[in-house]
């Protein structure tokens, strides 16, 4: 259904005038998605409003002619209907009326044309790390690959914006305000922390790791979890479901702070974070998986970092462009 259509349907509700049958097609809208909801308050907002102002008595025609002449619409593509009201209507029929032109036209002017900021978008190269700071002063950090959009100017109640990549947040704390950080269908909602979001491209995986604060992270209302610092959010766009673990290291800001930290772990663990770290592919053998690896790292290139998994197990490394093959024998640790 169009936005016009729902937009009449939402005016219809508000002023008592609904049928049951649209009433049933607007409430499934409403229950298909939050936005949905926060629309039709911001509806009811306008319309409560004008009824709180006394001194409203609006000629109908001339705020339909107002709003034509303000987005340069025709006869024919008004997006709602004026009818003129005769003298002896009375002053709640004439706010009904005026709502109307109000709902379906006024409100789509401030919204698509004068309220919505421009648009800025930024991103980053490969081995290019970035800091924004967005126009509330919080503070975005980018890993390579990784690109944002977001206002000039945060208006409204919420705090909205796109990510594709990975970026750490230093959100500043504003209530009223939640700061709403949209990733594929999945989105992270939060009113003032510091975590961290991964969401490549073609990837149907989103991982959200909160270091201080709360965050919400989820698909929907029915799909989402509220995390504390040292728990992470795995999102599966796959089968849509969100899971909620313990943040297994602190090496999820290795991209950030540099410092890498493997405190008896599997090497496996240790591949998988080599293939996020270095954007490289690992082979190895199954009967090196299981062995254990510890170790302390600032800033070490990928060549170092096989050294040390060499001398500390034994393992045999070859290194191609791409890919790096990992033999070994079973271990006893």
């Known amino acids: 259904m169009s936005k016009e259509n729902i937009?009449?349907?939402?005016?219809l509700k508000i002023v008592g005038e609904i049928n049951q049958a649209d009433e049933l097609i607007l409430q499934e809208w409403l229950n298909a998605s939050s936005e949905n909801k926060s629309h039709f308050a911001e509806m009811q907002k306008l319309w409560d409003a004008g009824l709180e102002d006394e001194q409203f008595e609006p000629n109908v025609e001339a705020a339909w002619n107002n709003v034509s002449k303000n987005i340069g619409l025709n006869e024919t593509k008004r997006v709602g209907?004026?009818?003129?009201?005769?003298?002896?209507?009375?002053q709640l029929l004439y706010k009904i009326a005026a709502s109307i032109v109000i709902l379906l036209g006024v409100t789509w002017i401030y919204t698509s044309k004068f309220s919505q900021p421009e648009?800025?978008?930024?991103?980053t190269l490969a081995n290019e790390q970035k800091e924004l700071t967005l126009p509330d002063n919080s503070k975005v950090f980018l890993n390579a690959n990784t690109s944002i959009e977001y206002?000039?100017?945060f208006k409204g109640n919420t705090r909205e914006i796109k990510l594709e990549g990975e970026a750490f947040f230093e959100i500043t704390k504003d209530a009223s305000h939640p700061f709403v950080i949209h990733t594929a269908n999945a989105y992270t909602k939060v009113l003032g922390t510091s975590f961290n979001v991964l969401a490549r491209k073609n990837s149907d995986q989103i991982v959200v790791s909160v270091k201080t604060g709360k965050v919400e992270v989820?698909?929907?209302e029915q799909h989402n979890v509220q995390l504390e610092p040292g728990y992470t959010a795995k999102v599966n766009l796959g089968n849509n479901?969100?899971?909620k673990i313990v943040t297994p290291s602190e090496n999820y800001l290795s991209w950030k702070t540099k410092e890498i930290v493997f405190s008896d772990v599997t090497i496996a663990e240790v591949i998988g974070f080599m293939e996020t770290y270095y954007d490289i592919n690992v082979d190895a053998n199954s009967d090196i998986l299981e062995c254990h690896f510890t170790g302390k790292f600032n800033n070490p290139s990928l060549t170092e970092l096989l050294n040390v998994l060499e001398l500390s197990n034994g393992i045999q490394v070859e290194m191609k462009e791409?890919?790096?093959?990992l033999r070994g024998n079973p271990c006893t640790n």
């Open 322 to 325: 791409k890919e790096i093959i």
């Open 7 to 11: 937009d009449e349907l939402i005016a």
């Open 218 to 220: 989820g698909l929907d």
């Open 81 to 90: 209907k004026v009818v003129q009201m005769p003298s002896r209507t009375n």
């Open 151 to 153: 206002p000039e100017d």
């Open 119 to 123: 648009m800025l978008k930024f991103a």
């Open 241 to 243: 479901e969100v899971e």
